[in-house]
């Protein structure tokens, strides 16, 4: 899921440099001091770590094979750890592109902790640079979510629930998480993706509706899963336990507008960036989850207890 998002994030940018300079137009000398257009980001549930980067020049980034003038580059790459001043040196490699083109992927493995700040260096052989800084987002009290009512309708076959996420304006990946168990064992869990649905409220928070029966039908097979891999009796009497709601927090500067990313708006030069003498975005990703108790709606769910 890491590359995928790193793709969308990365066809977003790009489009935007894209958009913004022609091949005629960037130069290495004549660009306003901008060396390199980066994309990428620090998750705190991953150890190791990708960026994408591309040289700012007269030609327009188009490797189309590995023996391609344009496989070399000019850059040394580094991230520190703003709190303990351990540097860390990215490595380089040319990789293919879902497209078939090949691009410059920087890797480093090590570990990020919420609400610190690394610092990104793009080092060019004559000393030029393109620099960024990310703070690691973190949500340290308990009940970060506004829970609605529980709604039920009224012949009971639909069940709904408004979740309401305040000061987080934008959340990347929403996941709803249910635990269910047999009549004999610990429970299990299963997660139920829902990609950034929802909007942005009016107090620039966030609001979901988490639709509990439509979810049912992966907590069944996950259910079944169980049952298939002999986990669990074929006959074992399940129930409901609980639920929660997981969210990725893209950190404070990571805000599009109006809390969309669309292409369009962001291909706009300067609407989402926090590159210094450059392009692009360099972001971090954080976690929050919380869980309740709803086994008061096993059986209405339609489970044995």
Known sequence: MRDRILLKLTILVFASVALS??????????NDG???TVYGFLDDLENTHALRVIPVTRR??????PNDDQRIIDAVVYTTDMSTGVRTKWTHKLEQLSDGSYGHIFRASFLVSAQKRYKLEIIRSDGKMTTATTKVPYFGQEN????????ISEDSSHVY??????????????????F??????????VFVPKGRSGHRTEDGGWQIR?????DQENVRESVQEAKNLNWIAEDAAIALVAMGL????LDEGWDPPNGIFDPETLAQPGRLSNVENGYGYFGSVGLYIREWDISHLSVLLGYDF
């Open 246 to 249: 997981q969210i990725r927090i």
């Open 210 to 214: 988490v639709d509990i029966s439509a």
């Open 144 to 151: 970060l979510y506004e829970l609605g009512p529980e709604v």
């Open 180 to 189: 269910w168990a047999p009549d004999v064992g610990n429970d299990l869990w």
């Open 161 to 178: 629930r408004d979740i309401k996420i305040p000061n987080v304006p934008s959340p990347w990946e929403i996941q709803s998480k249910y």
């Open 60 to 65: 327009v980034e188009n490797i189309q094979s």
């Open 21 to 30: 300079c022609s091949d005629t137009t960037i130069d290495p000398f004549e």
């Open 34 to 36: 901008n060396y390199f």
